[in-house]
C-alpha cells in the first residue's frame, strides 16, 4: 500500500473497564500482537499506540489502561493515562462487555465522559456470549444513556464486526498525511515490546496479586552478527518473597517464563533470539519516576 494524494490519519483512543477486550481490539486492528493481553484485569499500563492502515487512512490506535478506581500511585497514573488518551484522540471508542451489561465501572465512565465533548463510538464486546434479545436491550440501554456517533456490536477475540469498526474509523479520520511509515505497526520501542511480552507471561504465570508488584525493563539489546538478537531483561519485584515466587523451585518458573517469552519474540521479529532474565529486589520501585518513564506513565499524576 501506498500514499496517495487524499490521505487521511488520526487518532482512535480505546477506553473502557479493564479486561474489556480493548488490547485483543487492538491487536486484531494492527494485525500484529503490540499489546499485552491476557486473562487478568490491569495489565495494559502505558498508552501503546498501535498503527494500522485502511485504504488510504492511517489510523493510529491508543490503547489505554482499564478505567478503574484507583488506589495506588500506579492505578492513579494509569486512569491518568488512560483520560489522557482520550483527550488526545480524533475519535474515542468506549468498550463494554456484552455478557455483563452496564455495570457501576461502565456507568462511572458514562459520567466522566459527560465532561469530554468529543466524538464518541460505542463497541459492545463479547458479543457470543449473549442471545440476541438482551444484546438488543443492552444496545438500547447505552443509546439512551448517551448520544453514541455509532454503535458496533462486535467481538475482537474471533473478528466479528470488527472490519466495520475499522472501516467507519478509517473514513471518520481527518485529512493528512500519515503520521508514520507505512510499515511501522507500534511507536513503542522494540525494547518495551520485548519487556511487555516477558511481563505478559510472568503475569500468566504467576498468582493473582503478584503481578502488580513486578515490573520488566530492557537493560541491554545486542544486534548479533549472525542476524540474531541478545536481550538483557531485569524483573524487577519489591519484596524478597516474590523474588523467590519468580524464581520458582531451582529457577524453574522463570526458566518457563524465558522460555515463552524467547518464543513469542523469536516469532514477533522474525529472527533468532537469546533472552536472558534476571531478577532483583527493588522495594520502592513503584515509587521511582524512572520507572514511570519506561512504563510511558506520568509520575505527577500518582499524586492526586
Not at 485502511?54 to 500506579?74: M, Y
Request: proline letters at 4%; glycine letters at 8%.
Amino acid at each position: 500500500m501506498t500514499q496517495s494524494e487524499n490521505t487521511r490519519a488520526g487518532f482512535v483512543a480505546l477506553i473502557g473497564e479493564p479486561n474489556a477486550g480493548k488490547s485483543t481490539l487492538l491487536n486484531w486492528m494492527v494485525g500484529a500482537k503490540v499489546s499485552i493481553v491476557t486473562h487478568k484485569v490491569q495489565t495494559t499500563r502505558a498508552r501503546i499506540r498501535g498503527v494500522a492502515l485502511e485504504d488510504d487512512s492511517q489510523i493510529v490506535f491508543i490503547d489505554t489502561p482499564g478505567l478503574f478506581q484507583p488506589r495506588r500511585r500506579l492505578d492513579r497514573a494509569m486512569v491518568a493515562a488512560a483520560w489522557g488518551g482520550a483527550a488526545d484522540a480524533d475519535i474515542t471508542v468506549l468498550l463494554i462487555e456484552a455478557h455483563r451489561g452496564v455495570t457501576k465501572g461502565v456507568e462511572r465512565i458514562l459520567e466522566t465522559l459527560e465532561e469530554h465533548p468529543g466524538r464518541i463510538a460505542l463497541a459492545i464486546n463479547k458479543i457470543d456470549r449473549v442471545e440476541a434479545p438482551d444484546l438488543l436491550a443492552l444496545t438500547e440501554d447505552m443509546n439512551s444513556r448517551r448520544d453514541f456517533e455509532q454503535t458496533f456490536l462486535i467481538s475482537a477475540e474471533k473478528g466479528h464486526g470488527c472490519a466495520d469498526l475499522k472501516t467507519w474509523l478509517a473514513a471518520q479520520m481527518p485529512e493528512s498525511p500519515w503520521l508514520y511509515p507505512e510499515d511501522q505497526i507500534a511507536d513503542l520501542p522494540l525494547r518495551m515490546i520485548a519487556a511487555e511480552m516477558t511481563r505478559e507471561k510472568l503475569t500468566l504465570r504467576l498468582h493473582q496479586e503478584l503481578p502488580y508488584q513486578l515490573t520488566v525493563e530492557t537493560e541491554k539489546w545486542e544486534e548479533r552478527k549472525d542476524g540474531s538478537a541478545r536481550i538483557d531483561q531485569m524483573i524487577y519485584v519489591s519484596r524478597d518473597g516474590h523474588k523467590g515466587i519468580v524464581l520458582g523451585n531451582k529457577g524453574e518458573t522463570v526458566k518457563a517464563v524465558g522460555k515463552a517469552a524467547r518464543m513469542e519474540l523469536e516469532e514477533f521479529l522474525g529472527r533468532r533470539v537469546h533472552l536472558f532474565l534476571q531478577v532483583k529486589v527493588r522495594p520502592n520501585w513503584l515509587e521511582e519516576r524512572e520507572r514511570y518513564d519506561e512504563m510511558g506513565l506520568d509520575f505527577r499524576d500518582g499524586n492526586s
